[in-house]
């Protein structure tokens, strides 16, 4: 990129991320921080975040390691294997991202609690999922598709044949592994690694479900909003996740460095990737097959308990809970949820992607900040992100403003970091010569970007839209502060239901949603096959 | 029902009013004249207009409230913004302050409303009506009225509390420090949900307030119990499945989930707490004669005995009868619950409970 002075297009773009962050990133959390009252402080004083903090750090640490490998696992045998059932496993892989708060997580107890249908029903142990270990197990499942979804990206643009030339000269496959194959991944692992640990740290729903007295930052966050209507103290909460991601943030900058990581050059690959062994395929397989039949179950009790009177204690089969939600105002809420989602994740992963490559391309001043800004909503919790922008927009001058519209953009900002890391980790494997090129020939550098970049980061732009339309049509915590009669979602009905103990109708609902969602990507893949070359050829 | 049906029971709970009205006249006369007045309100010069309602109660009991209320006061509409959970509105309220959305928030424990109006985000109203209504069910200067109360139970697993428990249901709060309840109790987290906190502050109360005496229960019920629930609701799944034996919990769920069929009962120890619930204005209304329409009509008789028929809730009523099998606040015996000093003290409290049980 040349300098911005002699580009006022890319300028002129730049000052238009910057503006919309500030607004509708910084801004709304500035006024959630400043929330005024001695309450704050009373509670930062009264030290009873202690435990939740360490609670928090210790869960972050299990639960990323955990769920960084098993992804790796995941993106590996999907890119590198020949095993059987990908298209299978890649839609099972996805499907704890599409997890409405409470409900999932309810089916873990059901399964796996003291009296679950699995630990005491079919093995005759008490064990108890509660606790740390609980909270351990559901993250790992919960969060390893973000990790997963960012290193296939990465792994599938590396370029294969310098894993044929390790092999050429001699080195086993182990060996290819660990000196090419690894580090050649790690703007991916690293990108996994800080996404997953800032998730996981902002959790909400699992926790509450599953942990018990083990008290993390957002349950406490939860609970003084929820049982004390403690807006004060809460933020107290947020302001100290908010320093942790930062912390995070600035240790994963040490980590990496300015090393280069370019796989993508300007000559043209056609290489096949060396074959795994067999055995590895094998083992692949297994252990990919393994992870999806436990999400099968998972969800698979989801749609029994939807379709039967009063699971697990009266198994009538009944469709009594589907014509209750199809009954009503649960129309609107289902349409505005597909509207919603789908026009956040378009507009999120583009806007991603234009601001990655102003991040990474550009040379001013400031990027380091910007960047952070752009991660930094994966560590806001979804509660605080919609209370920052009924603070901030609920004005009497933004009166004509349609709430829908609020709520897209909250879903648009809120769910920025994967697709932006996805982006900027896709374009670091991007050789700069590429753009250069383009540029040198005579193209603006914003040309370039379109023409050139844009085409070979099809992968980024998926995996920013998946993961935002995901998150958008399952957030409930974001939407509870914003929705109005008109606006209402899927989430808020689910979440209405199970607070009214209507326990068939919340899976029923759920059902629904997540089969819309599946069938939403579904088409969206079909779509834009053919027109997103590199990384959906690949992926 | 038909619309019709409705009208008329209407007027028939209209008619109780006014002759509950005139008996209470006979003892204090004064306020006769007022409240005829009041009640005749909707045919004298009817309310009109719409307004926008938060609401923390159950959708089976909003469907069938506002439907009545309307029938009641056919010129309003309301447009409903259902949410079960009042302390997510409680927050909403306070951070739409700028520009308020709602005109009434309804429902949720009075806990929710009462920083609200000290935070001046509602509107003080003294309903005609609420001169029916004891004073400890109703703020003072009328920033809120109490309109159903919620009692404190014990929901217990009826297979698994006959097996292991003998099916010994606990009569007082101590039974629940029996060794054979060991690691069979949950409770609502006390420092995540209202109704945790509720159970210890009534501990408190039923120990006269002897603070030590209370931690020191909290202390030993704290070996005998498994977990600690993030949520009052999904305690009760929980027990419903017999992941764990019993739990105390809110009565009127309780009884929800016995009439879903699952195989659990209700019992209310000796001095137990409860709630209020209320019902608030809030500031900057944009259609304060319908809101305060609203507020008169849901402490009516006829309002009283639909939510507890809808709910089986209580009412702060003394006229309104508990609805079959459930609690009343004359048929249990309740601790002296002092809601002020509760609040005041919640995170002193919350601090000590923590150190006593090492959480």
């Known amino acids: 990129m040349r300098s911005l002075r002699r580009e006022p297009g890319v300028l002129l773009a730049l000052l238009a991320v910057i503006a919309l962050v500030l607004v509708f990133i910084v801004y709304p959390q500035v006024r959630v921080v400043l929330t005024p009252g001695s309450a704050y402080v009373d509670f930062l004083s009264a030290g009873t975040w202690k435990t939740p903090l360490l609670n928090s750090l210790q869960v972050m640490a299990l639960s990323t390691t955990t769920a960084v490998l098993v992804g790796f696992v995941f993106a590996y045998a999907m890119v590198y294997t020949d095993m059987r059932w990908k298209p299978a496993f890649r839609l099972i892989g996805i499907l704890p991202l599409l997890s409405p708060p409470f409900v999932v997580a309810a089916s873990y107890i059901l399964l796996f609690g003291p009296r679950g249908v699995i630990t005491y029903g079919v093995f005759g142990q008490t064990i108890s999922i509660f606790g740390l270990g609980g909270i351990w197990g559901v993250q790992t499942i919960a969060f390893f598709p973000f990790a997963y979804q960012l290193i296939a990206d990465v792994l599938s643009r590396s370029d294969a044949r310098m894993e044929q030339a390790a092999r050429n000269l001699g080195a086993g496959p182990w060996s290819v592994f660990r000196t090419v194959t690894l580090p050649l991944s790690r703007p991916g692992l690293g990108a996994a690694i800080l996404t997953t640990a800032i998730y996981v740290l902002e959790d909400f729903g699992n926790p509450a479900l599953v942990g018990g007295q083990f008290t993390v930052l957002p349950t406490q966050a939860y609970g003084l909003i929820s049982g004390f209507g403690d807006l004060p103290s809460a933020a107290a909460v947020s302001t100290i996740l908010l320093s942790l991601a930062l912390v995070l943030y600035l240790a994963k900058i040490r980590l990496d460095g300015g090393q280069s990581f370019v796989t993508v050059s300007g000559r043209a690959s056609s290489m096949p990737r060396p074959p795994v062994p067999a055995w590895l395929s094998w083992a692949c397989f297994a252990m990919c097959g393994a992870l999806c039949a436990m999400i099968l179950l998972v969800y698979g009790s989801l749609v029994v308990s939807a379709f039967t009177l009063t699971f697990p204690v009266n198994t009538t089969f009944s469709t009594s809970h589907f014509e209750y939600v199809f009954s009503g105002v649960n129309g609107v809420a289902l349409r505005n949820t597909l509207v919603y989602g789908l026009t956040a994740a378009a507009f999120s992963s583009l806007f991603a992607l234009l601001a990655a490559w102003l991040v990474q391309r550009g040379v001013w001043s400031g990027r380091r900040v910007l960047d952070f800004l752009l991660i930094m909503p994966a560590a806001i919790p979804g509660l605080f992100f919609g209370i920052g922008y009924a603070t901030a927009f609920n004005e009497q001058w933004l009166d004509w403003l349609n709430r829908g519209v609020l709520i897209i953009i909250s879903m648009i900002f809120w769910n920025i970091p994967v697709g932006y890391q996805a982006a900027v980790a896709g374009l670091r494997q991007i050789d700069r010569t590429m753009d250069e090129a383009a540029t040198s020939l005579g193209a603006s550098s914003l040309r370039g970007f379109r023409d050139v970049l844009l085409p070979m980061l099809g992968g980024s732009l998926r995996v920013g839209f998946v993961t935002t339309f995901v998150r958008a049509v399952t957030t409930l915590s974001v939407v509870i502060f914003l929705f109005t009669p008109g606006t209402t979602v899927a989430t808020i009905r689910i979440f209405q239901l199970v607070n009214d103990l209507d326990w068939g109708g919340a899976t029923a609902f759920t059902v629904i949603d997540i089969g819309l969602a599946i069938v939403a990507l579904s088409v969206m893949a079909i779509l834009a096959r053919g027109r997103v070359s590199l990384g959906a050829a690949r992926g | ?359």
């Open chain 2, 1 to 359: 029902m038909t619309p019709q049906l409705d009208r008329r029971t209407f007027l028939k709970g209209l008619g109780v009013v006014t002759v509950a009205a005139a008996c209470g006249g006979a003892a204090t006369p004064s306020p006769t004249a007022t409240t005829a007045v009041a009640t005749a309100t909707p045919t004298a010069a009817p309310v009109t207009g719409t307004i926008s309602v938060y609401s923390a109660l159950n959708q089976s009991t909003n469907d069938q409230f506002f439907a009545a209320f309307k029938t009641a006061y056919p010129g309003v509409s309301i447009d409903l913004l259902p949410l079960a959970a009042a302390g997510e509105l409680q927050t909403r309220i306070t951070a739409e302050k700028n520009s308020p959305k709602a005109d009434i928030f309804i429902g949720g424990s009075s806990e929710f409303h009462d920083p609200l109006g000290k935070a001046g985000l509602l509107e003080a109203y003294i309903s005609p009506n609420a001169k029916d209504i004891a004073a400890q069910f109703k703020e003072p200067t009328g920033l809120w009225t109490g309109w159903y109360t919620g009692i404190f139970g014990f929901i217990s697993n009826n297979d698994r509390l006959t097996k292991e428990i003998a099916g010994k249901k606990p009569a007082t709060w101590d039974d629940l420090l029996d060794p054979a309840w060991k690691q069979k109790l949950i409770l609502p987290s006390p420092t995540l949900t209202g109704g945790g906190y509720i159970f210890i502050a009534t501990q408190i109360f039923r120990f006269n307030k002897n603070e030590a005496q209370a931690m020191d229960f909290m202390k030993k019920l704290h070996a005998n119990i498994a977990q600690y629930i993030p949520t009052s609701p999904g305690a009760l799944t929980l027990i419903d499945q017999g992941q764990f034996v019993g739990c105390p919990n809110w009565s009127h769920d309780i009884l929800t989930e016995k009439s879903k069929g699952n195989p659990v009962d209700l019992t209310v120890p000796t001095d137990t707490g409860f709630e209020v619930g209320a019902i608030s204005i809030v500031k900057g209304t944009k259609n304060l004669a319908a809101a305060k329409a609203l507020v008169d009509w849901s402490i009516t008789k006829e309002a009283g005995d639909l939510n507890v028929k809808l709910s089986n809730r209580g009412s702060t009523r003394t006229d309104v009868a508990a609805a079959p099998g459930s609690p009343s606040l004359t048929s249990v015996k309740l601790v002296n619950y002092d809601r002020q000093w509760a609040t005041d003290n919640k995170a002193r409290i919350l601090k000590d409970w923590q150190t006593a049980v090492g959480l």
